[in-house]
C-alpha cells in the first residue's frame, strides 16, 4: 500500500486534481481510497457524481460507533470515499476532528478491510497544525505532494509545507515528494514555480493547464478522466501519476502496478 498526501491552499484546485488522480489510478484496476480531510467534506464531489456522502464525524454524531459501510462510499471506477468532516462550525476545531475521524478509521481497520493499493488524503494546506499535519506523519503517509499555482499566496504556502517536511523528516515523518503545478495562467507562472521548486531543493513533477475542459466536466459533476479521457488535461493527470509514481518508487517506497 502507497500512502500519498496531497496539500494545497484552499480554493488551489487541489480537490479536483486529487479526484482526477485517484479516477486515474482506479482505471489502471488499482484498489484506491481518497480521504478528504477538510471540514467541508466535498473532496469526493466528482467521483460521486455530485453527492455528498456523510463524513465520519458527521457520522459517529448520529449514531455513535458507525460501522465501515457507514463511512466508505464507492465512486466511480470503485474508487472508495471517505469525508473524515468536522466539528459543527463555532465548537471545535478542525484539526482535532480530523485526528478523531483518523482514529476511528483505524479502529474499524478500514485499509485492513478494503486493502487499497493507493490511499491519497486530500488535506488543507493553508495550516499545518495539529490535525492537518496528520497526513505528514509517517504512520499514515509515505509522501507528501503540494499542489500549487504561480500566484503568491499559493507558493507562500507550499513553502510553508516542504518547509514542515524538512524539519520533522527525521521524527518518522514522510517524504516530500515535490509540487504539482495547476496552472492559473498568470504571469511568468512556470519559471516562479520552477524558482520555488530549486529554493525547496525539490522538483515540479507534473503541471496541469488550465483548460475549459475542467470546469465542462465539474459543472457535469465528474473528473475528466471520466468525462473527457482523451483531452489534453486528462493525459496530463496521466502524465502526472506515472511520474508521481516514479518519484515514490526512486524513494524506495515501492511500486504500485496495475492487477
Keep these: 500500500m502507497l500512502r500519498i498526501a496531497i496539500y494545497g491552499k484552499g480554493g488551489i484546485g487541489k480537490s479536483t486534481t486529487v479526484s ?31 453527492q455528498r456522502i456523510d ?6 454524531r ?6 465501515l459501510d457507514d463511512v466508505v462510499h464507492k465512486g466511480h471506477a470503485g474508487v472508495l470515499c471517505v469525508e473524515a468532516g468536522g466539528p459543527t462550525p463555532g465548537t471545535g476545531c478542525a484539526g482535532r476532528g480530523i485526528i478523531t475521524a483518523f482514529e476511528q478509521l483505524d479502529e474499524l481497520n478500514a485499509y485492513g478491510v478494503y486493502r487499497p493499493d493507493v490511499v491519497l488524503y486530500d488535506v488543507l494546506g493553508d495550516v499545518v497544525c495539529g490535525g492537518f499535519s496528520l497526513p505528514l506523519r509517517g504512520e499514515h503517509s509515505d ?38 503545478l495547476n496552472k492559473r495562467n498568470v504571469e511568468n507562472e512556470d519559471e516562479f514555480v520552477e524558482q520555488l521548486a530549486r529554493e525547496l531543493n525539490t522538483e515540479v513533477v507534473g503541471t496541469i493547464p488550465r483548460s475549459s475542459d475542467i470546469h465542462e466536466c465539474e459543472q457535469r459533476q465528474c473528473t475528466v478522466i471520466e468525462g473527457a479521457p482523451d483531452s489534453t488535461v486528462a493525459h496530463a493527470y496521466e502524465t502526472l501519476v506515472d511520474a508521481m509514481l516514479a518519484k515514490a518508487a526512486a524513494l524506495g517506497l515501492g511500486e504500485v502496478g496495475s492487477r
Design 55 to 60: 463524513s465520519v464525524l458527521d457520522t459517529m
Design 143 to 180: 509522501i507528501v505532494f503540494v499542489v500549487t499555482s504561480g500566484e503568491m499566496m499559493a507558493m507562500y504556502a507550499a513553502s510553508n509545507i516542504a518547509s514542515a517536511v524538512e524539519r520533522f523528516k527525521t521524527r518518522d515523518y514522510a517524504q516530500f515528494g515535490g509540487l504539482i
Design 62 to 67: 448520529a449514531h455513535g460507533d458507525p460501522a
Design 20 to 50: 482526477n488522480l485517484s479516477a486515474a489510478l482506479a482505471q489502471r484496476g488499482l484498489t484506491i481510497m481518497q480521504i478528504g480531510c477538510d471540514p467541508k467534506a466535498d473532496s469526493t464531489l466528482l467521483l460521486m457524481h455530485g
